[in-house]
């Protein structure tokens, strides 16, 4: 059952607007932050028992600098270049209608994203926008944070929202007279061009995150929370079909809205006879597609010598399928769940649990004023993200695993 | 999968955790009985270490929500500004 849609734009006003006087009106600018110039290159490899798989290389470039009175701007870039082959059609695995073929394709996106930050001793405020843009996509997105420190720094109470006016490309179905008519999109060379048989469909996106941390004691850290977001618009992936019957193959059909909730609580905690801290989170989560998950994650770091920095990460997910899902098998043989059908992974019911460690080396001048940096940073992190999928039929069922190899470099004046 | 055991054991949680937060709340809206609770500004030696982050560097955050989000059905929980360590 879905809620009456929330008025996000008096939600985020009525609880932004105080902590933002509150953030303008508090004591006098703290000490600027420092100014820092970052890169970073990950490089994603999903492999496919099947075809080639999936691989993502992606660039980050960030830059941030106080321009004084507790004003900073910040600025950056980033790019996802992504290659490798995916089924067209979702089906069954195996069996005499297996589908197996798979389409081999190419991406390229950007995103260029710049902001501003106010930062006062007890309070602060931040605001950014972003754009990015693909083939067949295309995204405006602006950001707001507040945070408010209360009683000595012993609590901070903090918010953000941010609304995106997306543009996805499909194929033009107004002909369509049922879902089981639609086509699917089968190339992005005529997106946003003015084309018969090309359409561009819109899709909204409002997040409202809130937090209070709490410092419980002088090695602990505490903090809960809640997200809410909703999606209104198209949805679908517009070059996936799904074999409904054993006959049609109509373009993916998944709601046009959805609402997510969350709430999480984080913690970490100081272990200083070892030089060495642990962070754990928890999340659950629930939607409007009746998907549900649980998830934990925990990170222990620890200090080794003076330059190195150790951190090991473990991570859990769990979720039950979309109300809507049904494997290719049973797509086949049942036909779909209601009026909706998707080949989506990640609306199936599915597990996945990442194993990794980052190894940082800090470099940091003893006497800073003779230095021209106050801190270097470069690191290397290695995750094996493992999935776990119901069935052989079920969505990528093929691709069970993903390597994460991540290196960045950070400077600090 | 036990989903349906796991959420409403998890419902559960989440009712105790709230029950929790109300009277956290409670005793930190009192302000005599606040400083009961103040951890002292020469005591946040460990907390201003970077490890006790709860959040990632923003850079290394986004790479990994950019992930994640595309491989999971759920969002949400990666935290909003602040931190809770009054270092500033």
């Known amino acids: ?413 | 999968m036990h989903s349906a055991s796991i959420f409403s054991r998890g419902k559960r949680l989440v009712r105790r955790l709230a029950l929790v937060a109300i009277a956290a709340a409670a005793v930190a809206s009192n302000g005599c009985a606040a400083s009961k609770w103040t951890v002292r500004p020469h005591q946040r030696e460990l907390l201003a270490d970077r490890i006790m982050s709860l959040d990632a560097i923003g850079q290394e955050q986004a790479a990994e929500q950019h992930i994640l989000e595309n491989r999971e059905g759920a969002v949400g929980g990666n935290g909003t500004a602040g931190g809770g360590c009054g270092c500033n």
């Open chain 1, 1 to 413: 059952m879905q809620l009456r849609r929330p008025t996000f734009g008096t939600l985020a006003a009525t609880v932004f607007v105080p902590l933002a006087v509150l953030a303008l009106s508090a004591a006098p600018a703290r000490a600027d932050d420092p100014t820092e110039a970052s890169a970073r290159l990950t490089f994603f490899r999903e492999p496919s028992t099947d075809n080639k798989g999936i691989t993502v290389i992606h660039p980050q470039v960030d830059a941030a600098s106080p321009i004084g009175g507790g004003l900073g701007i910040a600025a950056g870039w980033e790019a996802d270049a992504v290659s490798g082959a995916t089924p067209a059609v979702f089906g069954p695995h195996v069996g005499v209608d297996a589908i197996t073929s798979a389409t081999q394709f190419h991406d390229f996106r950007q995103q260029v994203h710049g902001g501003f930050t106010y930062n006062r001793p007890d309070a602060g405020i931040g605001a950014s926008y972003a754009y990015g843009w693909e083939n067949d996509y295309k995204s405006h997105s602006l950001s707001a944070t507040a945070r408010d420190d209360l009683y000595d720094h012993n609590f901070t109470l903090a918010l953000s929202y941010s609304h995106n006016w997306d543009s996805v490309c499909d194929y033009n179905n107004s002909a369509a007279v049922t879902p089981a008519d639609l086509h699917p999109l089968t190339s992005s060379a005529h997106c946003f061009k003015t084309d018969p048989y090309i359409a561009t469909k819109p899709l909204a996106i409002d997040a409202l995150e809130t937090s209070l941390s709490w410092t419980m004691t002088p090695r602990l850290v505490v903090q809960g929370g809640g997200t809410i977001q909703v999606l209104d618009g198209f949805q679908s992936n517009p070059y996936r079909s799904v074999l409904v019957g054993s006959i049609r193959e109509p373009q993916e059909h998944e709601p046009t809205y959805r609402q997510r909730y969350a709430v999480f609580a984080r913690a970490a905690y100081a272990f200083p006879q070892w030089r060495a801290s642990g962070v754990g989170m928890a999340r659950l989560y629930e939607d409007s597609w009746e998907v549900q998950a649980v998830t934990g994650d925990v990170v222990v770091n620890k200090y080794l010598g003076p330059v190195m920095l150790l951190s090991l990460r473990g991570h859990y997910h769990l979720q039950s399928g979309a109300s809507f899902y049904r494997n290719g098998e049973a797509y086949r043989v049942l036909g779909p769940a209601g009026q909706y059908w998707t080949g989506d992974r990640e609306l199936s019911p599915m597990s996945n649990y990442l194993v990794g460690g980052r190894m940082a080396f800090l470099r940091r001048p003893q006497q800073e004023r003779s230095s021209w940096f106050a801190e270097m940073e470069a690191d290397v992190k290695y995750e094996l993200l493992v999935y776990h999928v119901d069935s052989v039929d079920a969505p990528n069922a093929d691709r069970p695993y993903a390597h994460i190899l991540q290196a960045s470099f950070a400077l600090r004046f």
